[in-house]
């Protein structure tokens, strides 16, 4: 019997990449990957083009295809399902003030997060629709249809019918769909747009809604989070770091979350169960900048970070440089703290960057695990681009109190997707079972005075 092929694709801010893996062992048999053009809005069909130009050859087997893809965006169309305007991406931070608006308007954070689990910030979809209505009236006369970035991707591949479709976790990050009820609420899509549109059936997350133009089945997709997630087989009692151009943490749980402070967006997962997760706007582009101001590689970068001692001398980095998300404070800059003439040296600068980035984080996934019905952890595991550093590897392991698990290097959003394929091709009530290698563990070398002198740097800050 011939094996079966399914294919999953990674849609992100940056780039496109798409993987080919057998569908019961989930061996990788190839991949491909193309480029995105730069910035926080972008017409949709460079994402198209880009996906098909990459994938040519790698799919003329594939039995069937699913789409993960950055959360949030506003993709939004017309009577003739027309493109409207550019995409408007998750980390366009302009809608900054339509989310304090709507958040008003509906009557304050507590209101929000009990009717979707979340309170609205910048990145949410409904925070755009009411930039678009407020900035863009003549544009937002025009739309009958919103979409996120996967669920055009996965219309597109379709060939555009008239039924929209997207899955529960990257609905959940819309602002206008509840985790806790499965529902959409019309109710503040009208709130924010001034009118009721169409929107994309939610799909079951093993369902075949479809085929593409050229016959391949297409599962439901999901967002980057949702599908990372998937593809990692994390479980409840996981911490998932993830440092791409955005840093994420999020853990699986059984339970909905409704935090009313906003740090927790309430969102569902890919299999049915639920995906608490804060996000920082600055995870890997700090070391990036980093190491641009000190002139030097990456690699040298992290070898000067290692070279310093743990809590870089005092000297402290909140590394907001282009706004935050997680605390929300979208008009924020990056600060250094400190400083004195004798630890002003390139090593410790280095070790800051990395541990204030590392820091925002731990504090992020600190507030989720100790949220509600929050379960303990038993290890963070440490994904992403910027995860590949030996000193953000060695440097995570003093700023966690449970051991670092660092699985080996993949591309975790396009293999969740792949195994959604898988899944909604079997049949099956659960997932296929696919045999992942071992990750790299460090294990725990706690230093609570770092994080210490991180949260006095920021109360220092922001109080």
Known sequence: MSRKLVAGVDSSTQSVKIVVRDAVTGELIREGRGTHPDGTEISPSKWLSELTSSSKGLLDDVAAISIGAQQHGMVVVDDNKQVVRDALLWNDTRSADA????????????????????????????????????????NAAKVSGVMLPHDWLTWQLMGTPDEFVTDRGDASGTGYWSAQTNEYRKDLLKLALGKEVQLPRVASPNEIIGQTTTGIAVA????????????????????????????????????????????????????????????????????????????????????LALNAKPGSEGIVLLPYLDGERTPNLPNAKGSLHGLTRSNMT???????????????????????????????PNRVVLIGGAAASKAVQEIAATLFNVPVHIPPAAEYVADGAARQAAWA???????????????????????????KAYREAFQGSFA
């Open 220 to 303: 439901p997709g999901t967002g980057d989070n949702m599908a990372a997630a998937l593809g990692l087989g994390a479980t409840t009692g996981d911490i998932v770091i993830s440092l791409g151009t955005s840093g994420t943490a999020y853990t699986v749980s059984d339970n909905p979350t409704n935090d009313a402070s906003g740090v927790i967006a309430g969102f569902a997962d890919a299999t049915g169960k639920y995906l608490p997760l804060a996000c920082t706007l600055n995870a890997a582009r700090v070391i990036n900048a980093g190491a641009a101001v000190l002139n030097v590689s990456l690699d040298q970068f992290a070898e």
């Open 425 to 451: 091709l079997s049949g099956e009530l659960n997932p296929p079972l696919w045999d992942l290698k071992g990750s790299v563990i460090k294990q725990v070398n706690f230093q609570e005075s770092i994080r």
């Open 99 to 138: 989310a304090t608006e709507l958040i008003k308007d509906f009557g304050g954070p507590d209101k929000w997060a009990q009717a979707i689990g979340s309170v609205p910030v910048a990145a949410f979809t409904v925070s755009k629709l009411r930039w678009l209505a407020n900035s863009e009236p003549t």
């Open 346 to 376: 390139p090593a410790n600068f280095a070790r800051a960057c990395i541990e204030g980035m590392l820091c925002s984080l731990a504090e992020a996934s600190d507030v989720i695990t100790n949220f509600g019905k929050g379960t303990k």
